[in-house]
């Protein structure tokens, strides 16, 4: 079921599942995700609540894999990963888009590129939602991270789990690419989670490191909370339906196994009072409240579900950062992070050495902590653009291309590479349900480039890419164009290449959108509308995709969730209107 192995001893899997489900429970999280591992340390931290989560991928977050920040090479289109697919991209010439999602507790914290970025001020700003200003979450961000790098105490925090720390390895094309950008009039910033200044510069992306290795959501929150003896984990189960009693408030969530072919359905009960957790992120949330009757009636009525609260915000502003890549081979030999990690058509030890002694080298790299953010045009507010520089020649010009093909290639040439990523995009898509059945993926409809700005920002990343990549400032390192090739020249023709190869950034939002309007699927305390006893609390409530990488806003979001959750009188109200709160009719809008 579910294309997961089959279970050796069904009988004694049953067994152990009607044993979790004998007593009822506080808190039932769905999803061991980056937000579902914040939260069972959370709520469980002083002993009193007890509390279940129930994770569809694998227990094994200490793979090696996994703790090596670049065995990111291993784990795209692996057991770890999810493997959506978009379907025919209209915008992108009817292209199905590979969106890599984790599977294993920690989720994508445990197979992304690391990043430590917040976006900026302004992005939570522009929620407009009481509780939620930069003012508000400023404090949230600080109070969870660990930063090891020293920078100002005034926007980061120490002595929190999720830590910051600088790559222990530098290419030698990556510092020669930070002097170029400079060069090139790019600016500096030495720190992009610093609010007092824009974003825009050259400069080391900080990333989610523990002493060289991955700090994922399960290494640094849900580790510690497995010993607790009031909290239950259990991978390989599938969240099939939250159910609702006739006050349409939750009252148990029925889930079954993935490889049992008996299908046998399972009901962890709630607590009076309990709460169900929806952590699944911005495709398997919506999906979820679909299946179990919360999402557009129409929709729900079509697959044969009885719906429980008509929200037809549920699925929609699906939101991700577009990529398009500019690529360069060098004649310089030897040089490539991807040609270092190759001997003789192998593995070349030596890096695994160092990293398994010392946890120092290019093995403690994802391949893409250096860049910048920039403004395509000087008159736009913020940076539309971030470039992520790799030291490495891409094997094709859809750039997640490397990351699965690089453990089928032996032998790769020597490059570099410019990701171009369009970080506040416009374009908006949308997740359905293809079957009532959460075994079975859902529709996503990606929506990229639907918006022509996105493709401008993009087109425009190409265009400093090759700027950038043609510098005389590369010296002995100056290479040939790859991607996009001397034959694509014109606006019509990059057009047509970015088309043909946009990619994921792997940054998934927006489809379960925090609110106090019609559109809205959670309010600002991240209560489900129309229902009791659910919240959503992942990247899936986030309704304006923030310029940075995902990770570090989702631990931020579960922090707010389950301070809520332990403090109502601190939740902003869901009642109220934002209008309300701009004009002042009321005066204090965090009050309980």
């Keep these: 079921m579910g294309g997961?192995?089959?279970?050796?001893?069904i009988n004694r899997a049953h067994a152990i599942e009607s044993k979790v489900t004998s007593e009822p429970f506080d808190y039932i999280i769905a999803g061991g995700g980056l937000a579902g591992c914040v939260l069972a340390e959370r709520l469980t931290a002083d002993g009193t609540k007890r509390v279940l989560m129930l994770e569809a991928g694998r227990p094994d977050y200490t793979n090696t894999f996994i703790r090596i920040p670049a065995g990111i090479l291993r784990l795209f289109r692996s057991v770890y990963d999810w493997q959506h697919e978009t379907?025919?991209?209209?915008?992108?010439?009817?292209?199905?888009?590979?969106?890599?999602?984790?599977?294993?507790?920690?989720?994508?914290?445990?197979?992304?590129?690391?990043l430590h970025?917040?976006?900026?001020?302004?992005?939570?700003?522009?929620?407009?939602?009481?509780?939620?200003?930069?003012?508000?979450?400023?404090?949230?961000?600080?109070?969870?991270?660990?930063?090891?790098?020293?920078?100002?105490?005034?926007?980061?925090?120490?002595?929190?789990?999720?830590?910051?720390?600088?790559?222990?390895?530098?290419?030698?094309?990556?510092?020669?690419?930070?002097?170029?950008?400079?060069?090139?009039?790019?600016?500096?910033?030495?720190?992009?989670?610093?609010?007092?200044?824009?974003?825009?510069?050259?400069?080391?992306?900080?990333?989610?490191?523990?002493n060289g290795e991955r700090c994922s959501g399960a290494t640094a929150f849900l580790r510690k909370a497995l010993r607790r003896k009031n909290l239950v984990v259990r991978t390989g189960t599938m969240v099939r339906k939250v159910n609702f009693d006739n006050a349409k408030t939750t009252s148990s969530v029925s889930y079954d196994l993935m490889g049992d072919d008996t299908c046998k359905k399972f009901n962890a009960k709630l607590k009076k009072n309990g709460e169900v957790l929806l952590c699944g992120g911005a495709i398997a949330s919506p999906q979820l409240l679909m299946c179990s009757g919360v999402g557009p009636a129409d929709h729900l009525n079509s697959h044969g579900i009885s719906v429980v609260s008509d929200l037809p915000g549920v699925g929609e502003n699906l939101q991700d950062h577009p990529a398009a890549v500019v690529s360069y081979s060098t004649p310089k030999k030897g040089v490539s992070v991807t040609s270092k990690l190759r001997l003789f058509g192998g593995t070349n030890p030596f890096p695994v050495l160092q990293w398994a002694l010392f946890k120092t080298g290019l093995l403690t790299s994802t391949g893409c902590d250096h860049g910048a953010f920039v403004k395509t045009d000087p008159s736009l507010p913020q940076a539309d653009l971030q470039v992520r520089f790799l030291a490495a020649k891409a094997l094709g010009p859809d750039g997640m291309t490397t990351f699965t093909q690089f453990r089928n290639t032996k032998k790769l040439q020597d490059g570099y590479s410019f990701q171009g990523i369009a970080i506040r995009?416009?374009?908006?898509?949308?997740?359905?349900?293809?079957?009532?059945?959460?075994?079975?993926?859902?529709?996503?409809?990606?929506?990229?480039?639907?918006?022509?700005?996105?493709?401008?920002?993009?087109?425009?990343?190409?265009?400093?890419?090759?700027?950038?990549?043609?510098?005389?400032?590369?010296?002995?390192?100056?290479?040939?164009?790859?991607?996009?090739?001397?034959?694509?020249?014109?606006?019509?023709?990059?057009?047509?290449?970015?088309?043909?190869?946009?990619?994921?950034a792997n940054a998934l939002t927006g489809t379960c959108k925090i609110g106090t309007g019609p559109d809205s699927v959670v309010g600002p305390d991240l209560r489900v509308r129309g229902v009791g006893g659910l919240r959503v609390i992942d990247s899936s409530i986030i309704p304006f995709i923030p310029g940075g990488q995902t990770g570090t806003p989702t631990v931020m979001i579960a922090e707010q969730g389950a301070t809520f959750i332990k403090n109502p009188a601190q939740a902003p109200k869901s009642d109220i209107l934002v209008s309300e709160v701009i004009s002042g009719s009321i005066s204090d809008p965090v009050a309980a």
Excluded at 4 to 9: D, G, L, M
């Design 87 to 114: 379907g025919g991209e209209k915008a992108c010439n009817g292209r199905n888009i590979f969106l890599q999602r984790g599977k294993v507790l920690g989720g994508s914290s445990c197979t992304n590129v690391l």
């Design 425 to 504: 995009p416009k374009s908006r898509g949308r997740v359905r349900l293809a079957s009532s059945n959460t075994h079975v993926k859902p529709l996503i409809d990606g929506g990229y480039l639907s918006n022509p700005e996105d493709l401008a920002t993009l087109r425009n990343g190409i265009k400093l890419g090759r700027q950038l990549g043609q510098r005389a400032e590369w010296g002995v390192y100056k290479g040939t164009e790859v991607y996009p090739g001397n034959n694509v020249q014109t606006d019509e023709e990059i057009d047509e290449y970015i088309k043909n190869s946009v990619h994921t």
């Design 117 to 210: 970025h917040r976006g900026s001020a302004q992005d939570y700003d522009d929620w407009n939602m009481p509780g939620w200003s930069s003012a508000d979450v400023l404090p949230v961000f600080k109070r969870s991270q660990n930063d090891k790098t020293g920078r100002s105490s005034k926007f980061h925090g120490k002595g929190g789990e999720w830590t910051m720390d600088e790559v222990r390895y530098q290419n030698p094309l990556s510092k020669k690419f930070l002097d170029i950008g400079e060069a090139a009039g790019l600016g500096k910033n030495d720190d992009f989670n610093d609010w007092s200044k824009g974003q825009e510069g050259v400069g080391r992306f900080q990333v989610s490191e523990q």
């Design 4 to 9: 997961a192995p089959a279970i050796k001893n």
